[in-house]
């Protein structure tokens, strides 16, 4: 499977906006129910904080969705 790869000006993001930026979450309400119903993993394990800080490298699935983080800071 091809893991995609989504680009973010800073060196971090929240986990809930990345969803939404990425286009895994339609918006703010639909990454909450995502992340609460632990559908998203990050780096291969489930996460349950929404305001997790992500960085450069690091892997968000949703499902059979994969998108990697890169860092442009």
């Given at each position: ?21 990425a ?51």
């Open positions: 499977m091809r893991i995609r790869e989504v680009e973010i000006s800073d060196d971090m993001i929240r986990l809930g906006q990345f969803l939404k930026l286009g895994l979450a339609e918006n703010g309400a639909h990454a909450r129910e995502l992340v609460e119903d632990g559908e998203v993993t990050v780096n291969g394990r489930v996460e349950v904080q929404r305001g997790k800080q992500l960085r450069g490298g690091d892997v968000v699935a949703v499902g059979a969705e994969k998108v990697r983080l890169v860092a442009n800071a």
